[in-house]
Structure formats: structure tokens, C-alpha cells
């Protein structure tokens, strides 16, 4: 191996929170280079809201500007059961409380936001699908082999690879854990789009988000710039029809397949006011099936650390896998900036010390969040055990009064962690 690394960091994966993490090395000028399967940088999802704990290190990093330019603050969210309206939310004290209010923002271009912030091509090498990493402890350095028999070398290597992580497969095989998974699909199919204008929307709906509840699913549009909508409908997979587990049985989704589910559904917001008002006016439409981590390893081992949903999957009801990512790369950065900033002759410990510290100041945050997602994913769909699942949804969403939501998210948005370097 040579004396001299590729990198000091390599990150695999250039995802929401591989960037963020390239964006804050590039910052504190810690080299780092990220290894991105893909060959072009193209649409991924549909849209994404931010939240205050992931915002402010967005705004420290000098992308706040960009993101209130392209995106919509959350002010209010309308909660319907059918076509009965339970209440109006109001949500406009976020900003307030916690500095920053909920934005929500086409993912495309927040994607391409980060990947311009952590340099671009002069960091991010596309078509680099990782296939191997090798960390013996007898080595200078930590190999990543590539598919196409490229190799790199790095002091330490950060898998933000996703739900579908190499890394951490890799680390489970090395711990002897090859066969067990620990990310479970929830047997739920997330179906999202990203609409264009709504012409028959005013200033009014600006910043208004809907929480539909049906009798058979569930529906949700957050407000995104413009008035547009991005949607996400949720269905629950049929076993039948799922060959094997965690195969979306929504591949290949079209228009047409949201509209069979949720079509002639009430929505306040369409035309004629029904959902295929709205979903015949987006622009894009994905589908994703939902996973969840079921047990949590450590988020690194040796000089390998685990970011994002490569480490800790969770379901998207409460909008918060990407800002985990993002808070997960901070706290990361700010330990390797410590680490790295001491001439090498003169550090105390070895970076896997570090990484050893990540894991523990991570993962219980990280855990906490999993679990209420979870928690809350089941109270939205009205899925709690001895069938209290409806009154308990009607008493959260018709009556919590709002200072109780906001006293309740102060855990989750209060706090923001920052690059304390900058
Ligand atoms: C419908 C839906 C709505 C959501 N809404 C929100 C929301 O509102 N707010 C929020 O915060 N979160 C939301 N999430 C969750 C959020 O999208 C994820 O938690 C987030 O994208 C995780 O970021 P990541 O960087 O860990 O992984 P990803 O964004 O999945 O990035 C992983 C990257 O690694 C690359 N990769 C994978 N394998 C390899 C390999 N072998 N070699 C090289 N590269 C590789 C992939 O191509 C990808 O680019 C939502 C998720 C869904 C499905």
C-alpha cells in the first residue's frame, strides 16, 4: 500500500447525507473524495421537507438563501377524515420557536444543491459502484474496491451508501453477522409525485399542507413553491402479490395506478375536488417501498463508520431519515475536524477512537427518532393495538391543542447541532 492515501475521507454514496458531510469537509478543508454509483445525477423522489434541527447547519454551510428561494415554509396543515374537515393546524410559530420553520422543497434540486456545495465533479466521481472494503488493522490505510476494479485508499471511510448499504453489509459479514438483516420492510409502499403549479390555488393555500385520512388509506400533500404539491400516498403491499420480501409491488408506477387507489377521493385542493385533480397535474411520480430498522448495530467499527439510512432506517411519516443524515454528518465531521486538526505525530487516539465516539453520540438520537417514526406511522394509520387506533388518531389530530404539538417536537427540533469549527 502506498505511504500516502487517496483521501483522508472517502465517503461512499452521494446521497443526502454523503454530501452534506463532503459539503462540511470541503468546508474545513479535511480532503474527502465520494464514490457515487450512479452514472448522471437524476432525479431522485419527488420532493423533501427540512426541519429546524437539519436547517441550521444548511444555513451555516450558506445554502439557507437557496432553500427559502426554492422552497415553501409550512404554515398550516388541514386534517380531513373523508370529506370531513377536522381541524386546521396551525404550524406558523415553528419558525419562532426554533428559529427555522419546516421547509418542504423539490429533492431534485436540494440534491443538486449539496452536490454543487461539496464541490461537484472535483469531489464526487459518479459511476463508482462500491463493491468491497477492506480494513485490516495491519494496514496504513482503508481499501475500497469498485465494481469496475478501481481502488481507493483513505484514513477512514464513511459508508452513506442508503437502505440498500454495501458498507454495511460488509461490516455485518466481518462481525460474523452475514445472514442476519435487521432492516425490515414495513409492508408499506410509499407512492409520491411532485406537481406542477395548482392554477386553481391562491395566496391562501400557500404553505398549506393536507393530512387525509380514508377509510381504507391515507393521503398527504405538503406545499411546496408556487403552489405546487408534492403527494405521498401510502399502500399497504398485498402478500400475495409480493414475490419476494422488500420487492415494491409498485415498480413501474404511473399516474394511473395512484389514481386506481385514490383517484375519486376527496381532496381540498383539487379542481373538482378530488386527488386525480392533483395527481394528474404532477410532474413526476415515484414509488418506494418502507423499511425500518429493527436492531441497531454500532455505526462504525474500525475505521469504518456508518451515516444516514445505511445506519438507521426509518419510515417517512415524520419527514425525518434526510435531517437524521444530515445531523449524523455533522457530528461526524465535527469529530474527524478534532481528530484530523492534530498532527498525526501528536494524536492521542486512532481514529476508529473516533469513530467509537460517533456511534455512541449517534445512535440513541438516532434510535429515539426510528422508534417514534414507527411509533407515529401506526397512529397515522390509525394501527394501534385493540383497535384504539381511530379514537386515538381523532384525539391527537382533532384536539392536541398546537403548544402541545411544539412543546412535543422541542426534542426533535430544538436541537441543531452545528460545525463547530466554522
Ligand atoms: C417517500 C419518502 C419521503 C421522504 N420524506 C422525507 C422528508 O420529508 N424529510 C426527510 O428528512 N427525509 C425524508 N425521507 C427519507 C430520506 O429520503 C432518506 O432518509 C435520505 O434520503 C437518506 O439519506 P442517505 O444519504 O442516508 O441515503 P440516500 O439518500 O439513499 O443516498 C445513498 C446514496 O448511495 C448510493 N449508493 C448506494 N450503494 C452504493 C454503492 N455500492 N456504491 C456507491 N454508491 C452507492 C446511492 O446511489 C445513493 O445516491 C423520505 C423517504 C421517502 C421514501
Known amino acids: 500500500m502506498a505511504n500516502k492515501p487517496d483521501t483522508q475521507v472517502l465517503i461512499i454514496g452521494g446521497g443526502i447525507g454523503g454530501l452534506v458531510l463532503a459539503a462540511i469537509c470541503r468546508k474545513v478543508n479535511i480532503p474527502c473524495k465520494v464514490l457515487e454509483r450512479t452514472r448522471n445525477l437524476e432525479p431522485v423522489g419527488a420532493g423533501i421537507s427540512l426541519a429546524p434541527n437539519a436547517l441550521k447547519v444548511l444555513d451555516q454551510l450558506g445554502l439557507y438563501e437557496e432553500i427559502k428561494r426554492s422552497g415553501q415554509p409550512l404554515k398550516k396543515i388541514l386534517i380531513h377524515r373523508n370529506t370531513t374537515k377536522w381541524r386546521e393546524l396551525d404550524f406558523s410559530d415553528t419558525e419562532r420557536r426554533f428559529g427555522y420553520p419546516v421547509y418542504s422543497i423539490e429533492r431534485h434540486h436540494f440534491h443538486h444543491m449539496l452536490y454543487k456545495a461539496a464541490g461537484g465533479e472535483a469531489t464526487v466521481e459518479l459511476d463508482s459502484k462500491v463493491e468491497d472494503i477492506i480494513d485490516k488493522s495491519e494496514e496504513e490505510y482503508v481499501k475500497v474496491k469498485l465494481a469496475d476494479g478501481r481502488?481507493?485508499?483513505?484514513?477512514v471511510v464513511v459508508g452513506a451508501d442508503g437502505i440498500r448499504s454495501i458498507t454495511r453489509r460488509v461490516l455485518a459479514r466481518n462481525a460474523g453477522l452475514e445472514a442476519t438483516n435487521t432492516?425490515?420492510?414495513t409492508g408499506r409502499v410509499h407512492m409520491s409525485?411532485?406537481?406542477?403549479?395548482?392554477p386553481n390555488l391562491g395566496p391562501e393555500e400557500l404553505g398549506v399542507a393536507n393530512w387525509l385520512f380514508y377509510d381504507d388509506s391515507i393521503l398527504t400533500t405538503w406545499p411546496c413553491i408556487d403552489n405546487r404539491q408534492w403527494f405521498i400516498g401510502v399502500k399497504m403491499a398485498d402478500p400475495n402479490s409480493v414475490q419476494e420480501k422488500n420487492r415494491s409491488v409498485w415498480s413501474g408506477t404511473a399516474?394511473?395506478?395512484i389514481n386506481d387507489v385514490y383517484g375519486e377521493k376527496f381532496h381540498p385542493f383539487g379542481e373538482n375536488g378530488m386527488v386525480k385533480d392533483v395527481v394528474n397535474r404532477s410532474e413526476r411520480i415515484i414509488a418506494s417501498n418502507v423499511y425500518q430498522e429493527i436492531s441497531f448495530a454500532s455505526m462504525s467499527s474500525g475505521?469504518?463508520?456508518?451515516?444516514?439510512d445505511a445506519a438507521h432506517s426509518m419510515t417517512s411519516f415524520f419527514g425525518q431519515g434526510g435531517c437524521q443524515a444530515i445531523e449524523d454528518a455533522t457530528e461526524l465531521?465535527?469529530?474527524?475536524?478534532?481528530?484530523?486538526s492534530v498532527p498525526a505525530a501528536e494524536r492521542l487516539s486512532g481514529v476508529d477512537d473516533v469513530l467509537i465516539e460517533y456511534s455512541a453520540r449517534r445512535q440513541s438520537r438516532a434510535k429515539d427518532i426510528a422508534t417514534f417514526s414507527g411509533n407515529y406511522a401506526k397512529l397515522h394509520t390509525a394501527n394501534l393495538p385493540y383497535g384504539m387506533g381511530p379514537l386515538v388518531r381523532k384525539l391527537v389530530y382533532a384536539y392536541m391543542p398546537v403548544w402541545m404539538w411544539m412543546w412535543y417536537l422541542e426534542w426533535l427540533y430544538g436541537y441543531q447541532p452545528v460545525v463547530d469549527a466554522l
Not at 151 to 155: L, M, P, V, Y
Not at 333 to 340: S, T
Open 255 to 257: 399516474r394511473e395506478m
Open 151 to 155: 481502488e481507493f485508499s483513505a484514513e
Open 183 to 185: 432492516i425490515r420492510f
Open 193 to 198: 409525485g411532485y406537481t406542477a403549479p395548482m
Open 333 to 340: 465531521a465535527n469529530l474527524l475536524q478534532r481528530h484530523f
Open 303 to 308: 475505521r469504518v463508520a456508518l451515516l444516514g
